[in-house]
């Protein structure tokens, strides 16, 4: 074996073939990957092999079609066997949620470019003349996707990887990997060492063993899974069709031809899921090919669900049945990007159905090694995603809940019981007490509105009773003063005599030069694209405090403490866990805030956009006069155990003056009315400050920031998206991004995300669309639920957008 390789992947699965595929077709053809069986002897080999379109996620959508558009072509390309079968696939629709969520993906399949169509019962028996539709209102009939054969498929990427130049060892064990000084890997293997620029952890069941290998884990849990293949059926034998793939929330199940006979797979719900090695979660070394024993018992209620759908099934013995373990995340998502902590040490596994999934997963973490980003929004599959909170326990449940579910419509507000609790402020029972309905960030519990009659929240896509409390709270905080508690944010000290210079260098904004000055920072890549934003308050010369989202926490501090240069006097302190962050806002929070502080809070001594170190109630608190919902106001930063002094402290003062408690759905409704943009939705790594219309937060004055030039450069090329603020026509929902914008049956782009601006009494959101509809009065349509609903785009905030109450 060679003895150096810019890349050494771990793992010849799906995922590890489709990654060296494409690091080749990258031009990163230097790669070498590692596999201790044989190819596909994993998890891959014993596959059902479906690849389907149906995604509600424009990103992983994005995934998915290209694997759907790519296989048909690959025995082509490589001359390796595919078995590529074109059926298509029909998913049911149990009740009407559900069909507004067939509704939702529609949007996005014009969007991403498969065919889908909504189908009704009787269409339904017209494609499958065999199903039994009793209960069933609707098919998501999705045209362009099917079912290949899972080993030959690996092959074809391993092959094509090959041809291009990549190279593959088999039937070698990474028995360690290690760092060495100048940053390189070391990969020590049973037939020897081999140093590398990258190294991939793409080892599928055993990703985890690899992890712990450098220090680290993966959030993954290795679950169970049967499928069957019944004998062949006369009616299959009759027809020259092939039928249709079937998934069924019903029976929880998918159901398709294989040959001339059957092929029935399970998800089982609730507790009759099991995992594989559980015991630390580790499989051993030694387990190749490995199938399990039948548990036919454990899918036999779901099983006879499925005869009833298809009881020409019921017709035919069982040939072969499979039992093989899939590794499934605590969020149904791959695990693709960098390990946190670590440089260069990228994680590509953690997919559970990664036939369909392997190539799309290669392809864009391939642009993510190669160039520093992907064309498609990484955020939802970096694994940095999830942080220690996501302990043992809590992957366990997590992962659990996703494939008992895998067939169940999630919807929004709904927040299933599995993990909770992971993180939570010191107000938490306190706030509970008052009515707060919890919903998990990054493991925090934060409340999302206070439900004073005690009321649950009645989930769904459409405006529920939440939402007449989000408007009252609304209401309470532009009239009279609101309080939150958003300890989630991610925090950060970062200190010593070179901080300003460094902070200079990695945002794009000027970093406050005085003492108590607040600013907005983004952080780019050399490419010009938005890899994070935070808050930066100038605490003293060489002490700055930034703040930015509670799911960026672990990504950003890597960002921050991987652009330390060496000999820079620069220390990043991650402070999250430290600090609490109560924020106290509406024209009476300065009445409210000097009952209990002797801190002078005029607007000559604490201006907007400043931050000073103050005593509240007795307790030391970083106070920022900045907000995210548009009002006067100030952030409290306390250490975690004085927040409920605090908040008791600001309660009772704010009794007098009508203060009430409001929470994160609020919270969007109000930034959604001041234009706030937010990062993950707005700002991604797919743009430029140019596209997201942030030039002002750049400051081409300054000698150098990361990623200056390129932005400049964007700026005088122009741009093919530009975001756009809009309202839209009255409806019973908003849009939550993800929705396809139209003119016409043409589609001009996407909407990043939305909510009712309850003050204004308005329909907002936002959108990355064409240049050509980028003008404040330009319309257009949004597919929200199905429906073409009319929208403006806005030139500025619809509430106070001369800052006046922010001033105030
Ligand atoms: C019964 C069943 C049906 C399924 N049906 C479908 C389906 O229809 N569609 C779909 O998309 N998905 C399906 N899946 C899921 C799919 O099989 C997996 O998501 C996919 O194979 C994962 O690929 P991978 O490359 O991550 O893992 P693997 O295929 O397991 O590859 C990981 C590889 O890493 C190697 N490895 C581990 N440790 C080391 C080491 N230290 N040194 C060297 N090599 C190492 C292993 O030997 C293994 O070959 C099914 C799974 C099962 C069990």
């Known amino acids: 074996m060679r003895d150096h390789a810019r890349v050494v992947i771990v793992g010849g699965g799906m995922m590890g073939a489709g990654l060296l595929y494409h690091l080749a077709e990258e031009g990163w053809t230097d790669s070498l990957l590692i596999e201790k069986g044989e190819l596909t002897s994993g998890s891959t080999w014993h596959a059902a092999g479906q690849c389907p379109s149906f995604t509600a996620d424009f990103n992983l959508g994005m995934i998915h079609h290209y694997g759907n558009t790519l296989y048909p072509t690959l025995e082509e390309k490589t001359g390796q066997y595919v078995s590529w079968h074109g059926c298509g696939g029909i998913r ?303 992957v366990r449940a997590r992962s659990f809940e996703d494939y008992t579910h895998m067939y169940a419509l999630h919807l929004p507000g709904e927040e299933r019981p599995a993990g909770r609790g992971a993180r939570k402020s010191s107000l938490y029972d306190i706030l509970e007490e008052k009515g707060a309905l919890y919903h998990p960030v990054f493991g925090w519990e934060r409340p999302k509105y206070f439900s004073l009659d005690g009321a649950e929240e009645e989930i769904g896509f459409k405006h529920n009773n939440g939402f007449d409390a989000v408007a009252k709270e609304c209401a309470a905080v532009m009239n009279a003063a609101g309080i939150a508690d958003l300890s989630g944010f991610a925090k950060y000290d970062v200190t010593g005599k070179d901080a300003e210079a460094f902070l200079n260098r990695i945002v794009a904004n000027k970093i406050p030069k005085r003492a108590g000055g607040i600013g907005l920072g983004h952080f780019l890549n050399p490419h010009g694209r938005i890899e994070g934003e935070c808050t930066v308050t100038r605490l003293a010369d060489d002490r700055f405090y930034l703040l ?127 234009a706030y943009k937010g990062y993950a939705a707005e700002m991604t790594n797919e743009i430029t400050m140019i596209e997201a219309d942030m030039e002002r937060f750049c400051r081409f004055d300054k000698d150098d920031f990361i990623g200056k030039a390129a932005t400049l450069q964007r700026k005088q090329d122009g741009v093919s998206q530009q975001l756009v603020y809009c309202e839209m026509e009255e409806g019973d929902c908003d849009a939550r991004g993800g929705e396809a914008v139209m003119v016409g049956d043409t589609n001009i782009g996407i909407t990043t995300s939305g909510g009712y601006g309850h003050r204004a009494g308005k329909s907002l959101f936002f959108a990355y669309v064409k240049p050509d509809y980028v003008e404040p009065g330009s319309t257009f349509e949004v597919l929200v639920l199905g429906v073409a609903r009319k929208a403006t785009v806005l030139a500025d905030p619809v509430f106070d957008a001369e800052n006046a109450r922010l001033r105030g």
């Not at 035919?316 to 499979?322: C, E, H, Q, S, T």
């Not at 809070?601 to 900045?626: H, Y």
Request: negative net charge; charged residues 25%.
């Open 92 to 394: 049911f629709a149990m009740n009407e949620a559900e069909l507004d969520w067939f509704k939702h993906v529609e949007g996005v399949s014009k969007m991403i470019g498969f065919r889908m169509q909504i189908i009704g019962p009787d269409e339904i028996k017209k494609i499958n003349p065999f199903a039994d539709t009793t209960g069933v209102l609707a098919g998501a009939w999705t045209l362009d996707d099917g079912h290949v054969d899972p080993a030959g498929c690996c092959n074809a990427l391993a092959k094509g990887a090959r041809d291009m130049g990549a190279d593959i060892v088999r039937n070698n064990r990474v028995l360690d990997i290690n760092q060495m000084p100048n940053g390189e890997w070391q990969v020590v293997t049973e037939q020897g060492t081999v140093t590398c620029e990258h190294v991939v952890n793409a080892a599928g069941c055993y990703a985890r063993k690899v992890a712990q290998m450098v220090g680290t884990d993966v959030p993954i849990t290795n679950m169970k899974h049967h499928y069957v293949v019944t004998d062949p059926l006369p009616a299959f034998q009759e027809r020259n069709e092939e039928m249709v793939v079937m998934r069924d929330p019903y029976s929880s199940s998918y159901y398709r031809q294989e040959q001339k006979a059957g092929l029935i797979g399970i998800y089982e719900t609730e507790d009759a899921a099991e995992a594989w090695a559980e015991t630390g979660g580790h499989p051993e070394w030694d387990s190749e090919n490995e199938l399990f024993t039948e548990e036919l018992d454990r899918i036999m209620p779901w099983m006879e669900k499925v005869m009833e759908r298809m009881p020409i099934f019921g017709e035919a013995g069982l040939k072969r049945i499979v039992h093989g373990a899939i590794p499934h995340t605590p969020d149904a998502n791959p695990l693709l990007g960098p390990a946190g902590g670590l440089k260069n040490y990228w994680m590509c596994n953690g997919s559970s159905i990664g036939i369909a999934q392997g190539a799309g997963c290669g392809k864009y973490l391939a642009q993510w090694m190669v160039h520093g980003e992907a064309e498609i929004n990484m955020a939802g599959f970096d694994p940095r995603r999830f942080g220690d909170y996501a302990d043992a326990d809590h």
């Open 548 to 674: 930015s989202g509670a799911a960026a926490e672990i990504r950003d501090f890597d960002w921050l403490s991987q652009h330390v240069a060496d000999g820079e006097d620069v220390t990043v302190a991650n402070v999250t866990d430290d600090y609490g962050n109560l924020v106290l806002a509406g024209p009476k929070s300065r009445e409210i805030l000097s009952t209990v502080t002797e801190a002078d809070l005029s607007n000559d001594s604490f201006k907007w956009l400043t931050g000073q170190e103050i005593e509240i109630a007795g307790v030391q608190v970083r106070a920022l006069r900045v907000n995210y919902v548009g009002e006067l106001g100030w952030e409290l930063h306390a250490p975690m155990a004085d927040l409920p002094k605090l908040y008791a402290a600001v309660w009772d003062a704010g009794q007098a003056h009508g203060l009430v408690n409001f929470g994160t759905y609020a919270v969007n409704s109000m930034r959604m009315e001041k």
